[in-house]
């Protein structure tokens, strides 16, 4: 006869065991479908992104080839109490056009009043809000028209303030679980009268080229001496630490020379092998779902941009390719910093983001030796202080800065020869706490952090 003990060490598993078991195994489960729901969402919001730009390029195409005495909306839109409503900025018969509310500008509109006589008519302009689906993405189209005033053109020859018009196509994407609320997407560009230039009235000055936006990436590649870095699969390297950006010049020896601004934006192709980590030295534990920089900050408080000394983790730097390589640039006297940004491992903290938009000069030798960069002239600068920093999930900030226009020359035909880059520079004010960090998120079609500057010059 089998012993008792026997039989006791062939039993099965103790209910302890399977409700041990049971629970790895949830948890297991729990963690993989977080993962996945994490994956689906960036993806939507990546195809929201792109949707959205589309959408407002072919709308701004369209303004631009309407007849400028049709350029005009049918209608005047009211004003909404809702401060993400494109519609905040509306007051009185005027357009905000600076998204903070500044710069009001009277809108065009069928009925109005024309300084020389008479009223506007004919226009074609619906300024909705107009709703469209594109598969799974869904929206509003918001189309505004608002004079613009000429100050180099003298009243006894433009009277009044209606001197050309500026078009306005602000995007709107539905809030969804999976994309979140998104801040709207929008354009501004000039239309000038055909029948007010030089060619038609010789009493009148030349307005120049429409105003547009020129769009500079954020990315990860480091800055080449002459030539914009190309953005493809060959060209992306592997995870890596924060690096001091601060460098003199783009020379390719340069171990600590800026990141690039690009004139072309993430590729979706691309994205997966683009989504990189360029801050591990500063890789919380346990990893946050980052994949651009991070920022900790120093001992001392404040934002001390363009310091003489530049520690990696303070700030990060960004500059162009040479802008007056071929053709003088014009700087219109707007610039907008869209970035995405979150705190690592959702603390919650505040904090305060700094911003300078600069110039940078580098001299190009006849020996094509490593030559300095004359130290940066800021143009612009601005702030965003938020008590509570955006967490567990990215917030696209907004940063609207003013300065006074100007133009850059274009290169001289003879040594030395100036090449003229425009930068920006991100810093930190940790507004207390001990160890607040932030994580900024670039160089993906999920998130195309980018700086906008105003110039009818526009280049790549």
């Known amino acids: ?16 065991e399977v409700m041990v078991a049971a629970l ?7 963690a993989l479908m977080t993962a996945l729901a994490g994956a689906r969402k960036a993806t939507y919001r990546g195809e929201q992104s792109q949707v959205a730009n589309d959408i407002a390029q072919r709308e701004m195409e369209t303004l631009r080839a309407t007849p400028y005495t049709k350029l005009a909306m049918t209608s005047t839109p009211g004003h909404s109490a809702d401060q993400s409503d494109p519609r905040y900025r509306v007051s009185s018969g005027n357009f905000a056009l600076g998204r903070d509310g500044s710069n009001p500008a009277p809108m065009v509109v069928n009925g109005g009043t024309l300084v020389k006589g008479g009223t506007v008519s004919g226009g074609t302009v619906n300024p909705g809000p107009q709703p469209f689906t594109s598969g799974d993405v869904s929206g509003t189209i918001q189309r505004f028209v608002v004079w613009q005033n000429d100050p180099r053109c003298q009243d006894l020859l433009c009277p009044g303030s209606q ?3 500026r078009a306005v196509v602000i995007v709107t994407l539905d809030a969804t679980a999976s994309g979140g609320v998104r801040q709207y997407v929008e354009l501004q560009s000039d239309a000038i009268n055909p029948t007010d230039s030089v060619g038609s009235n010789p009493n009148l000055p030349q307005l120049g080229t429409p105003t547009v936006a020129q769009q500079f ?40 020379r800026p990141d690039a601004l690009l004139t072309s934006a993430p590729d979706e192709l691309l994205d997966i092998v683009d989504n990189l980590d360029y801050a591990t030295d500063l890789e919380p534990t346990p990893p946050a ?15 001390n941009l363009l310091p003489a000394s530049r520690p990696a983790n303070q700030e990060h730097f960004w500059v162009s390719q040479p802008v007056n390589k071929n053709a003088a640039y014009v700087l219109k006297g707007g610039t907008t910093l869209k970035l995405f940004t979150r705190t690592i491992n959702d603390v919650q903290v505040s904090g305060k983001l700094c911003v300078v938009v600069f110039l940078r000069t580098e001299t190009y030798a006849a020996a094509l030796t490593t030559t300095p960069v004359t130290v940066d002239v800021p143009i612009a600068s601005s702030s965003v202080s938020k008590p509570n920093w955006a967490s567990g999930d990215w917030e ?7 300065f006074t226009p100007s133009t850059i020359p274009v290169l001289s ?6 090449y003229k880059r425009i930068g920006v ?23 195309d952090s980018r700086l906008e500057v105003e110039t009818t010059t526009p280049i790549g």
Not at 24 to 30: E, F, H, K, S, T
Not at 291 to 301: E, H, K, M, R, Y
């Open 289 to 303: 779902a980052d994949a651009g920089l991070q920022l900790d900050l120093p001992a001392v408080n404040g934002c």
């Open 24 to 30: 790895i195994l949830v948890i297991g489960a729990a």
């Open 163 to 165: 001197d050309f018009k």
């Open 413 to 418: 035909s003879t040594f030395p020869k100036d």
């Open 425 to 447: 520079v991100i810093g930190l004010d940790k507004q207390g706490g001990a160890s607040n960090q932030f994580q900024f998120q670039y160089d993906t079609v999920r998130f």
């Open 396 to 402: 696209e900030l907004t940063i609207p800065m003013q």
């Open 217 to 256: 990436w954020l990315s990860d590649r480091r800055c080449e001496q002459y030539t914009e870095p190309a953005r493809d699969a060959t060209n992306v390297a592997s995870n890596h630490p924060t690096r001091d950006t601060r460098g003199l010049n783009c020379l390719g020896a340069t171990a600590n």
């Open 1 to 16: 006869m089998r012993s008792r003990r026997s039989i006791r060490s062939e039993s099965g598993f103790t209910i302890v």
